[in-house]
């Protein structure tokens, strides 16, 4: 097995001895090939919106590209009803294991391979930790070989038929791809995206060996953050371009309250044009008069059908009924999403007539404030401290108002899920909440990260639930406004098309 990356430098992207490259079945050769490569996919697994974003854009994309989607083999992947046939190998480097890939053609045509590694993914729980929500110690090896795969298969070196164009990689655990691939000086270009920049996946300087890195890595300019080794600033120092996931962010991030540490090298990238801001849309899945996940499917006309999923879940979640609005989170339970604030403004809200309804999970801190909330009122707040779809998707279409006060959010799709299943969202005016939702419209934001600015939105909420037809008028806004994929994907495509033009003429550092 080498032990470093220079040991396996490679001369050209595509070596020209593999075999000849096929598009997938039935699409014309002029589509580019994408690889896009993540930790999550909510066909199989997720722990928030990089699952949806992940099982949703590329199937967005696949009219106008061959796209393909690269995650690791955890067994919720490999023991689903897809059958899996292994169609590639790719060798261990350093303290990387060796691999097998995996091919998935799922029913709606989409490929995905899966890295095949049972040491590193064969495992119980999230794709990042145990049940008890603790990490995997070798989270950072577990991500190198996932990132070190996508370089491996952008060189051809993987036995597959098949060989992208271009790196679509996503968050920390796919960031390392780009680095991978600048030392070894593979010309492919490569696309970060940054769902989340507070969670950047360090590890210490010494892991530079095991992860077979050259010495480099551990310069300022290429990995090194505060005497670690960050996965996300390797992506951000050496991918092609990084897009994040909605326009203020974007500019957010530049800046030191949102930008992590990371704010000077965002904004030298924004100033070169090489950082931009793309909103997500959502999937068909989230249409109100065809989910099948709902006790009665509703459109905007026909909002009866509200009632009974507000009726399902009040009787769940043993709410008794009330002259108040329903109001609901659906969230990891994390300091981003601002849930000691839902905490600190619960007993007003009750006090003026609210109920409460949570599902998520979290940090074990907010799960047991939560669950002595709903202790305190029995009958008025109720709390499942877990995930599951089908209730998410019910909640949604049950409540009033959902929740979404968050300190930051790079994007949100919850308040664009909520918004099409007629819940108003009472947000903060932060990142993609700023750019989706229209206060007073199809929903309420306010400013300040504080109890009471937070609860003058709530009051407002409680105001306009007093006349049921302004509060229609705003459901019946709010259900046609989010973004579909279709239209949120065009920029990808634009920005796919870009970066290939200039490919041959880019000097990658
Ligand atoms: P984030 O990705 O920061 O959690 P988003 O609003 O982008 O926020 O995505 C939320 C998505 O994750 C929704 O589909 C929501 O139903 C789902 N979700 C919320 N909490 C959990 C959880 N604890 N586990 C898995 N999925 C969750
Ligand atoms: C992250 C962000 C969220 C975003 C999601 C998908 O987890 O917290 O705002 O919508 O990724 O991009």
Same mark, same amino acid.
């Given at each position: 097995?080498?032990?470093?990356?220079?040991?396996?430098?490679? +001369?050209?992207p595509?070596?020209?001895?593999?075999p000849p490259?096929?598009?997938?079945?039935? $699409?014309?050769?002029?589509?580019?090939?994408?690889?896009?490569?993540?930790?999550? !996919?909510?066909?199989?697994?997720? =722990?928030?919106? *990089?699952?949806?974003v992940?099982?949703?854009?590329p199937? @967005?994309?696949? @009219?106008?590209?061959?796209?393909?989607?690269?995650?690791?083999?955890?067994?919720q992947?490999?023991?689903?009803? /897809?059958?899996?046939?292994?169609?590639?190998?790719l060798p261990?480097m350093?303290?990387?294991?060796?691999?097998?890939?995996? +091919?998935?053609?799922?029913?709606?045509?989409?490929?995905?391979?899966?890295?095949i590694?049972?040491?590193?993914?064969d495992?119980?729980?999230?794709?990042?930790?145990?049940?008890?929500?603790?990490?995997?110690?070798d989270n950072?090896?577990? !991500?190198?070989?996932?990132? *070190?795969? =996508?370089a491996d298969?952008?060189?051809?070196?993987?036995?597959?038929?098949?060989?992208?164009?271009?790196?679509?990689?996503?968050?920390?655990?796919?960031?390392?791809?780009?680095?991978? $691939?600048?030392?070894? +000086?593979?010309?492919?270009?490569?696309?970060?995206?940054?769902?989340?920049?507070?969670?950047?996946?360090?590890?210490?300087?010494?892991?530079?060996?095991?992860?077979?890195l050259?010495?480099?890595?551990?310069?300022?300019? %290429?990995m090194? !953050?505060y005497?670690?080794? %960050?996965?996300?600033k390797?992506?951000?120092?050496?991918?092609s371009?990084?897009?994040?996931?909605?326009?203020?962010?974007?500019?957010?991030?530049?800046?030191?309250?949102?930008?992590c540490?990371?704010?000077?090298v965002?904004t030298?990238r924004?100033?070169?044009g090489?950082?931009?801001?793309?909103?997500?849309?959502?999937?068909?899945?989230?249409?109100?008069? #065809?989910?099948?996940?709902? /006790?009665?499917?509703?459109? =905007?006309?026909?909002?009866?059908?509200?009632?009974?999923?507000?009726?399902?879940?009040?009787?769940?979640f043993?709410? #008794?009924?009330?002259?108040?609005?329903?109001?609901?989170?659906?969230?990891?339970?994390?300091?981003?999403?601002?849930?000691?604030?839902? *905490?600190?403004?619960?007993?007003?809200?009750?006090? @003026?007539?609210g109920r409460?309804?949570?599902?998520?999970?979290?940090?074990?801190?907010? +799960?047991q @404030?939560?669950?002595?909330l709903?202790?305190?009122?029995?009958?008025?707040?109720? /709390?499942?401290?877990g995930?599951?779809?089908?209730e998410a998707?019910?909640?949604?279409?049950? %409540?009033?108002f959902?929740? $979404?006060?968050?300190?930051?959010?790079?994007?949100?799709?919850?308040? $664009?899920?909520?918004?099409? !299943?007629?819940?108003?969202?009472?947000?903060r005016?932060?990142?993609?909440?700023a750019?989706?939702?229209?206060?007073?419209v199809?929903g309420?934001?306010?400013?300040?990260?504080?109890p009471? %600015?937070?609860?003058?939105?709530?009051?407002?909420?409680?105001?306009?639930?007093?006349?049921p037809?302004?509060?229609?008028?705003?459901?019946?806004?709010?259900?046609?406004?989010?973004l579909?994929?279709?239209?949120?994907?065009?920029p990808?495509?634009?920005?796919?098309?870009?970066? *290939?033009?200039?490919?041959?003429?880019?000097?990658?550092?």
């Amino acid at each position: 097995m080498p032990d470093q990356l220079a040991d396996v430098r490679l +001369e050209e992207p595509c070596p020209s001895n593999l075999p000849p490259i096929f598009p997938a079945e039935g $699409m014309p050769k002029r589509h580019k090939r994408i690889l896009f490569v993540t930790s999550e !996919f909510t066909d199989f697994v997720k =722990a928030g919106g *990089l699952g949806d974003v992940s099982a949703a854009l590329p199937r @967005a994309l696949l @009219a106008e590209h061959d796209i393909r989607v690269l995650l690791p083999g955890y067994p919720q992947v490999l023991q689903s009803a /897809v059958a899996c046939k292994v169609v590639g190998h790719l060798p261990g480097m350093a303290a990387l294991p060796a691999c097998d890939i995996g +091919e998935l053609r799922l029913a709606d045509g989409l490929v995905v391979y899966a890295l095949i590694c049972p040491e590193l993914y064969d495992r119980h729980g999230t794709p990042y930790g145990d049940d008890q929500g603790q990490e995997w110690p070798d989270n950072h090896i577990r !991500f190198a070989r996932l990132s *070190l795969a =996508a370089a491996d298969i952008a060189a051809g070196r993987s036995e597959l038929s098949w060989c992208p164009d271009l790196l679509h990689v996503n968050d920390w655990p796919a960031a390392l791809a780009p680095a991978y $691939m600048a030392w070894r +000086e593979q010309a492919t270009p490569s696309v970060l995206t940054i769902h989340n920049l507070g969670y950047q996946g360090s590890c210490p300087l010494g892991c530079c060996a095991e992860l077979g890195l050259p010495d480099t890595a551990g310069l300022p300019e %290429s990995m090194e !953050f505060y005497g670690k080794l %960050s996965f996300l600033k390797a992506g951000i120092s050496h991918a092609s371009h990084i897009t994040t996931v909605s326009e203020t962010y974007a500019r957010e991030i530049t800046g030191e309250k949102f930008g992590c540490g990371m704010h000077g090298v965002l904004t030298q990238r924004r100033r070169r044009g090489q950082l931009s801001g793309i909103t997500h849309g959502i999937d068909g899945s989230w249409t109100p008069n #065809l989910d099948p996940h709902l /006790v009665e499917r509703f459109d =905007a006309t026909h909002l009866a059908g509200k009632r009974r999923n507000a009726e399902h879940v009040e009787r769940q979640f043993g709410l #008794l009924p009330g002259r108040g609005p329903l109001f609901a989170v659906v969230s990891r339970l994390v300091h981003q999403k601002g849930i000691d604030l839902t *905490l600190a403004i619960a007993d007003e809200m009750i006090a @003026a007539g609210g109920r409460l309804v949570v599902i998520g999970r979290g940090e074990p801190e907010l +799960e047991q @404030a939560m669950k002595r909330l709903a202790e305190n009122y029995p009958g008025r707040v109720g /709390v499942h401290i877990g995930f599951d779809e089908t209730e998410a998707r019910r909640i949604f279409a049950a %409540s009033d108002f959902l929740l $979404m006060p968050s300190r930051y959010e790079p994007c949100g799709l919850s308040q $664009m899920y909520a918004q099409r !299943f007629g819940s108003l969202p009472i947000a903060r005016h932060t990142g993609g909440l700023a750019d989706t939702i229209v206060d007073g419209v199809t929903g309420l934001l306010f400013r300040d990260e504080t109890p009471e %600015s937070y609860f003058d939105a709530i009051s407002r909420a409680l105001n306009i639930y007093r006349y049921p037809d302004l509060l229609d008028a705003m459901r019946r806004k709010a259900m046609k406004s989010p973004l579909r994929w279709e239209d949120a994907a065009r920029p990808y495509t634009s920005l796919y098309q870009r970066l *290939l033009q200039q490919a041959p003429a880019r000097a990658f550092r």
